[in-house]
């Protein structure tokens, strides 16, 4: 199952549920529109909406009793740590401090929690090859999807041969202040400083992301200079 | 233990770096947090004679109150919940991956019939099956799956696993729904009854 497959039998089945008897079907018969597939896919989902006696309907915890909890609590053998070495090296070195300044006196640390609303700014990727030559797009914490749909959250317009949903994934990952480039699931392939992107890969300032007839450039804003805390 | 304990004051200050040093929830919180679930099971184990069942809310909850006390800090909170739902998943797959591999296994006759689940209780066969589903579900949908594992692993209400994973009661409850039917349905295509 595609992420863009299961959205769409999300939504559809969201919606469903609100309707009842003949209101369900014709939505059903209007939205799916001869995709026999969607179809049913969803009539599954909804068969199977609410059902009672199911493992879900409480807890693992409440269902067990107290003979087993007390057995799992005592083998229990906690696994190692599967922390990779470089980051335990790099978190050991890492400053506990809140805010810090370099030496002209800028902050180069500062509080998350007074952001409110704000979805704070971690880097930029500036289109370097293109149609959209020059302009920059912002980069945001956790997941950004790379596509020409106005729904991603780098939505890079005018290049057709960017694929609309989800070309790429850039995904800024807070915990270890790390940036990673991964391709989509569109058919749209991607390259990396000229190299086939195959699977999840580390992506470092100004390496170059290549989509369609697009070149875009990465410039991180988080890093070993900064860090939202 | 005392919210004012040594223990206490490790826990506080761990939940409040966690965002930074997720490795701190391996290194210092899981044994804290194992050490006082245990306690608690063992209490309840004794205490409660014609409580065949712990309400996850027993083990989670005072385990909270025991080792952060009133600290109303929501994100605190939330941390620790989240924390404390991964320590039950990991310790119930284990558990239960142990025992279904002895049943099948030639330790077969070993397996005393206490350890059989209670009648009304969960198969252990299913806690693995909702552990697998449920790893199929993240690579499509990781909020689904995160509510799911709140509720289901940790025990928490729809409204808490809602403040931990950050939607909102409503979006969560309509996420739940469906991440539930599709789990339904994975779980009965797995083992039909």
Not at chain 1, 182 to 211: C, F, H, M, W
Not at chain 2, 80 to 93: G, P, T
Not at chain 2, 119 to 144: Q, S, Y
């Amino acid at each position: 199952m595609t992420p863009e497959r299961w959205k769409q039998i999300d939504s559809i089945f969201r919606e469903a549920v609100r309707l009842e008897g003949e209101k369900r079907l014709s939505y059903l018969d209007k939205v799916c529109q001869g995709d026999s597939d969607l179809r049913l896919e969803v009539e599954t989902l909804l068969a199977n909406d609410q059902k009672t006696g199911s493992p879900l309907e409480g807890s693992a915890l409440s269902a067990l009793n107290t003979e087993q909890l007390d057995s799992a609590m005592a083998e229990f053998q906690q696994p190692a740590d599967p922390q990779p070495e470089e980051v335990q090296k790099r978190v050991q070195t890492e400053i506990p401090v809140r805010v810090e300044l370099t030496d002209d006196g800028r902050t180069h640390g500062a509080d998350l929690h007074g952001f409110g609303d704000i979805d704070p700014i971690v880097g930029w990727l500036v289109c370097v090859k293109g149609c959209n030559f020059g302009r920059d797009y912002r980069v945001l914490s956790e997941r950004n999807r790379v596509g020409r749909d106005s729904q991603m959250e780098i939505c890079i317009e005018g290049d057709r041969r960017i694929s609309r949903d989800t070309h790429a994934i850039i995904t800024y990952e807070p915990r270890h202040n790390r940036f990673w480039l991964s391709p989509g699931l569109a058919r749209g392939v991607v390259y990396l400083n000229g190299q086939l992107l195959g699977a999840t890969a580390p992506l470092k300032a100004y390496d170059t992301i290549e989509l369609g007839e697009t070149g875009l450039q990465f410039i991180p804003f988080c890093g070993e200079r900064f860090k939202w805390r | 233990m005392n919210p004012y304990s040594e223990e206490s004051l490790q826990v506080t200050q761990v939940l409040r770096e966690l965002h930074d040093r997720p490795e701190l929830f391996n290194e210092r919180l899981f044994p804290i947090l194992y050490q006082v679930m245990r306690q608690m099971a063992r209490r309840h184990l004794q205490g409660e004679q014609h409580a065949r069942t712990l309400q996850p809310t027993v083990l989670v909850h005072e385990a909270y109150m025991r080792l952060v006390g009133s600290d109303q800090d929501w994100q605190n909170r939330s941390h620790f919940l989240a924390c404390a739902s991964n320590v039950m998943r990991q310790i119930l797959i284990d558990y239960a991956r142990k025992r279904t591999s002895a049943k099948r296994g030639s330790g077969a006759a070993k397996v005393p019939l206490t350890d059989q689940p209670v009648p009304e209780g969960l198969p252990l066969d299913t806690i693995l099956a909702v552990n697998e589903a449920l790893n199929r579900l993240k690579e499509f949908d990781p909020l689904k799956e995160e509510l799911v594992k709140l509720k289901f692993f940790g025990g928490l209400t729809i409204a808490e696993a809602a403040k931990v994973a950050g939607v909102s009661l409503t979006t969560a409850k309509e996420h739940l729904r469906a991440a539930e039917a599709w789990m339904n349905r994975e779980l009965s295509a797995a083992a039909p009854r």
